[in-house]
């Protein structure tokens, strides 16, 4: 299982306020979580569970994931934001992840998932970024897409484009999150758009305990 290399953060942060009647010893759960969003599949997560003398249905972890609520932290006060968006595909349905980056440290400052893409969705984005993190003086790197421009100029807030660079750090992401998600068939399969974007949060937040 290469994908335990990966592991080099704590497990600590991961809170289980969730849990009232469960069986398994937390540092179990912590360690299944964790385990699962740093690229075990369900199936490999139970076996290692098995390992430690513990039997539990892959229903039983993914509910942990999206019980526990993991969403990467605030308070950040990056000098410039990687901003940009892509397609996740929810069965036959195309939705848009869209993702602030901080191109220094390759952390996640906010992620959220939409049905669509338009200026005033970015705005929202935009807004909830701003509400989580100081962001009034950072400078945003973008694309030529339109909408993205058009919302942080509504906004007043400073904007470059950049095609390369330090850009590159939120199309990296996007690479390492359509990795993941290619474990699933390429798509969330039978999952809601809350469902998803809940384990997408939830990625981002480990992916940053882990850089």
Request: aromatic share 10%; proline share 3%.
């Amino acid at each position: 299982m290469p994908e335990l290399s990966r592991l080099n953060g704590s497990s600590s942060g991961i809170q289980l306020d969730f849990v009232e009647r469960e069986a398994t010893p937390r540092e179990l759960m912590r360690l299944s979580i964790q385990l699962h969003l740093a690229g075990l599949s369900l199936s490999d997560t139970v076996s290692v569970l098995e390992r430690f003398g513990v039997e539990r249905a892959r229903s039983t972890i993914h509910n942990w994931v999206q019980k526990a609520d993991l969403q990467p932290a605030a308070g950040k006060q990056p000098d410039h934001v990687a901003l940009d968006e892509t397609v996740i595909q929810l069965d036959d349905q195309r939705y848009w992840l869209y993702a602030a980056i901080d191109p220094k440290t390759h952390e996640f400052l906010h992620i959220k998932f939409y049905s669509t893409r338009t200026t005033a969705l970015t705005e929202m984005f935009l807004r909830e970024l701003k509400e989580k993190h100081d962001v009034e003086d950072a400078v945003f790197l973008v694309d030529s897409a339109p909408w993205l421009k058009a919302a942080l100029h509504h906004l007043g807030l400073r904007f470059r484009y950049e095609k390369h660079g330090n850009r590159n750090a939120v199309e990296c992401l996007f690479q390492e999150i359509k990795r993941r998600t290619s474990q699933f068939g390429n798509c969330f399969r039978n999952a809601n758009p809350a469902t998803a974007e809940t384990w997408l949060q939830s990625y981002a937040y480990c992916w940053n305990q882990l850089i």
